[in-house]
């Protein structure tokens, strides 16, 4: 049998509301409209609006009454007050309202609503605004999506196959876990990245040659620094505890450095360097969808939080969903989650899901 390819489709008339249209929410609106959606936007400054619509990146401020999904492109602090609003606006249970912030925690315990799932695209660029947004931003980066314990089954499916239809890669984390990680995957190399640059800008004040002689190395450390500094504070202090920690584990890690070096320990620090190579040669790269794949069937039980559960143990294998879906019965038995996977993976997650008390059937696509 032929392998099952997923083509995302939508209709016509699906509407999607952007609340805050800069470099994230203007991105988010162009792959909607690639993907058929009408789009509305609201931002807090009015340039931004009058741009979106100067632009066609949307077609009204005000969200259509048949909205079905909503993503809120607002910094941390502002996610809980639009998301209750909004929810409060659309009441129906097929409504999805979702968010972009890079902290999730204090966000997830404040959320409860089965329509809201947290979210956070691995995405950025050195533009700012509208004007650096683009359709493409998301194709191949990582997605993380945090469903809790009242997260509705069937708008996780929803909601993950329309990310997939924006070419990224979905992954499920708790909201705890996802800030502890992306501590040291973002926050921190961000703050490091922004403290090389300056301590380079200030040396070259005597030093004028300096900056002359940044060669791709140095260009590749401190990229990530020309970003817009304004979205920072908000997102390093909701996460204060996880980044400390981050820190501090690195100026450790510098100090031991400091001391191989005035050791002049040759062995020691080719260890260390050869350690790091390793590692990143190892970085995983952008998944492409494969030909190779299977479907995992899990029947479910109705509890709150077995999606989650389910979700998340596949991220924490780093297993990629390439598509999921909720099978209900009419009958009353459970549900059945299916979870598309790469063979390989299929088969070990079916064994995982075994160790925690889960039949899991795979059936060739």
């Given at each position: 049998?032929?392998?099952?390819?997923?083509?995302?489709?939508?209709?016509?008339?699906?509407?999607?509301?952007?609340?805050?249209?800069?470099?994230?929410?203007?991105?988010?609106?162009?792959?909607?409209?690639?993907?058929?959606?009408?789009?509305?936007?609201?931002?807090?400054?009015?340039?931004?609006?009058?741009?979106?619509?100067?632009?066609?990146?949307?077609?009204?401020?005000?969200?259509?009454?048949?909205?079905?999904?909503?993503?809120?492109?607002?910094?941390?602090?502002?996610?809980?007050?639009?998301?209750?609003?909004?929810?409060?606006?659309?009441?129906?249970?097929?409504?999805?309202?979702?968010?972009?912030?890079?902290?999730?925690?204090?966000?997830?315990?404040?959320?409860?609503?089965?329509?809201?799932?947290?979210?956070?695209?691995?995405?950025?660029?050195?533009?700012?605004?509208?004007?650096?947004?683009?359709?493409?931003?998301?194709?191949?980066?990582?997605?993380?999506?945090?469903?809790?314990?009242?997260t509705s089954p069937?708008?996780?499916?929803?909601?993950?196959?329309?990310?997939?239809?924006?070419?990224?890669?979905?992954?499920?984390?708790?909201?705890?876990?996802?800030?502890?990680?992306?501590?040291?995957?973002?926050?921190?190399?961000?703050?490091?990245?922004?403290?090389?640059?300056?301590?380079?800008?200030?040396?070259?004040?005597?030093?004028?040659?300096?900056?002359?002689?940044?060669?791709?190395?140095?260009?590749?450390?401190?990229?990530?620094?020309?970003?817009?500094?304004?979205?920072?504070?908000?997102?390093?202090?909701?996460?204060?505890?996880?980044?400390?920690?981050?820190?501090?584990?690195?100026?450790?890690?510098?100090?031991?450095?400091?001391?191989?070096?005035?050791?002049?320990?040759?062995?020691?620090?080719?260890?260390?360097?050869?350690?790091?190579?390793?590692?990143?040669?190892?970085?995983?790269?952008?998944v492409a969808l494969?030909?190779?794949?299977?479907?995992?069937?899990?029947?479910?039980?109705?509890?709150?939080?077995?999606?989650?559960?389910?979700?998340?143990?596949?991220?924490?294998?780093q297993f990629n969903?390439?598509?999921?879906?909720?099978?209900?019965?009419?009958?009353?038995?459970?549900?059945?989650?299916?979870?598309?996977?790469?063979?390989?993976?299929?088969?070990?997650?079916?064994?995982?899901?075994?160790?925690?008390?889960?039949?899991?059937?795979?059936?060739?696509?």
């Amino acid at each position: 049998m032929a392998p099952k390819v997923f083509v995302m489709t939508f209709q016509a008339d699906q509407h999607a509301h952007i609340v805050g249209l800069g470099l994230i929410g203007g991105s988010v609106a162009l792959a909607l409209k690639e993907q058929g959606w009408t789009i509305t936007g609201h931002d807090q400054a009015t340039a931004a609006e009058n741009k979106a619509l100067e632009l066609a990146i949307i077609s009204g401020v005000n969200a259509h009454p048949s909205t079905s999904l909503i993503f809120i492109c607002t910094p941390a602090g502002r996610v809980v007050q639009s998301a209750n609003e909004l929810l409060a606006k659309f009441d129906s249970d097929s409504v999805i309202v979702t968010d972009v912030a890079g902290v999730k925690g204090t966000i997830a315990t404040q959320m409860l609503d089965p329509r809201f799932i947290g979210g956070h695209p691995m995405a950025g660029s050195e533009m700012r605004g509208l004007e650096g947004a683009r359709a493409n931003l998301f194709t191949g980066c990582t997605w993380v999506l945090t469903p809790s314990a009242t997260t509705s089954p069937d708008n996780y499916a929803k909601l993950h196959g329309i990310l997939r239809g924006l070419g990224a890669s979905v992954m499920a984390l708790d909201a705890k876990d996802h800030d502890r990680m992306v501590a040291m995957a973002s926050h921190v190399p961000h703050l490091v990245a922004g403290a090389l640059m300056n301590e380079a800008s200030e040396m070259a004040e005597s030093d004028g040659a300096l900056l002359r002689l940044a060669a791709g190395g140095f260009r590749d450390m401190t990229r990530i620094s020309a970003g817009d500094p304004a979205i920072w504070p908000d997102i390093l202090f909701e996460n204060e505890e996880a980044v400390l920690a981050g820190l501090a584990k690195l100026q450790k890690r510098i100090s031991e450095i400091t001391d191989t070096l005035r050791r002049k320990d040759r062995g020691s620090l080719l260890e260390s360097l050869s350690v790091a190579a390793e590692a990143r040669r190892k970085l995983p790269g952008s998944v492409a969808l494969s030909a190779n794949l299977v479907e995992v069937r899990i029947p479910v039980p109705d509890r709150p939080g077995v999606l989650a559960e389910i979700t998340t143990l596949a991220s924490e294998l780093q297993f990629n969903i390439f598509d999921i879906e909720i099978a209900h019965s009419v009958e009353g038995s459970p549900g059945v989650l299916l979870l598309s996977l790469e063979r390989e993976q299929a088969q070990a997650l079916a064994q995982a899901l075994s160790n925690r008390g889960f039949a899991a059937g795979i059936e060739t696509l």
